[in-house]
């Protein structure tokens, strides 16, 4: 067990080795580190951490993390609103956002149905998802779930609560990433990858 | 570059990101995981941190980290007070504490001696450590620095400065690490470990 003479750099060292994947020799480099900053620098530091719990807000209408009560796509009058792309977390709006290829509004389910671990329709934000469509006249829904299980079964759900009105559903590509390799794609993606193939000038002209 | 949707949420990452070996991925995985816990679980985090810049001391005597004046070593009716362990670092210190195989005090250097990078004697925690060891009469100086040149340069100088004192001068011993595979061990330190041989009965008796 690690052996500290100073209860405060102990109890420092503790905190940050409750974040996920910091270990406590980790933990003890960070501290370490920042005990070499100005005490400004540190207190800045902590200060932005704690505000953005205390003041981060999710917006109500996406359920992406907000400055206020909308987030800054749902209130970009730039960006396509009937245009919904549905994912599970804050992250994938964060990985989407970034390849800077998608121009509409993003709807974070929190998560995807899973029984087995209790995360039914009811634990997403799935009511407010239908609730949008219907209002917003929304003209397309892209799916852009994890290719699992889960994920096909959550669209399969919306799909059949969707019938019969006017929204067209798609979802991402699935196939061989950029600079993979064929032989280490499992089969399940190689083989969608096959009957998905596409025309060559279609490849080309991307 | 990482496309935020919320100003907090960005600031918060790009501090974590400015931590040593924290990159933005992992800085954003921790951000998420602080804005899942409670309010007052991540403001005690950042209180934690920012409690620990502002108040954590310097040992007087030792240089090692302190919640007083002393540290809690320094503090150790039960430490051999004349026998001082020579680091370069305060991790040093926690790294050998968690042995539990020393019970005298510490002197943290600082760094050792090293022209090349502008680290002279005077920018080391140096002069305090002769001054301790005349005040204190010091029985043993165990130095416990990194095997380099630098390393050796420093145990030099020292050892010159207490010329003609009564004071026992020792190396931490240098050798294949238990678990080390000979082959894989460089010339130097398989050089040593043939030299400083021990009888059998000794390591036996470890």
């Given at each position: 067990m690690m052996q500290f003479s100073s209860a405060l750099l102990e109890a420092s060292v503790n905190e940050f080795s409750r974040?996920?994947?910091?270990g406590k020799k980790t933990a003890l480099r960070l501290v370490l580190h920042l005990l070499k900053q100005d005490v400004g620098e540190v207190s800045q530091f902590s200060e932005t951490i704690a505000r953005m719990r205390r003041e981060i807000k999710f917006c109500k209408r996406c359920a992406n993390v907000a400055?206020?009560?909308?987030c800054s796509i749902c209130s970009?009058?730039?960006?396509?609103?009937?245009i919904i792309c549905v994912v599970e977390t804050i992250r994938d709006v964060i990985a989407i956002e970034s390849t800077q290829q998608f121009n509409g509004t993003y709807h974070v389910l929190g998560g995807v149905i899973s029984p087995l671990d209790g995360?039914?329709?009811?634990?997403?934000?799935l009511e407010s998802l239908l609730h949008r469509v219907e209002k917003e006249e929304t003209q397309e829904l892209i799916f852009a779930l994890n290719p699992t299980i889960q994920g096909d079964t959550t669209i399969y759900y919306i799909q059949k609560k969707l019938q019969g009105k006017d929204v067209k559903i798609t979802t991402i590509a699935r196939g061989?990433?950029?600079?993979?390799e064929l032989e280490y794609a499992d089969e399940l993606t190689l083989g969608r990858s096959l009957q998905n193939r596409q025309p060559v000038e279609k490849y080309v002209n991307r």
């Open positions: 974040l996920p994947g910091i400055d206020g009560d909308l970009n009058e730039f960006r396509i609103q009937k995360i039914g329709p009811d634990q997403l934000n061989i990433a950029f600079g993979g």
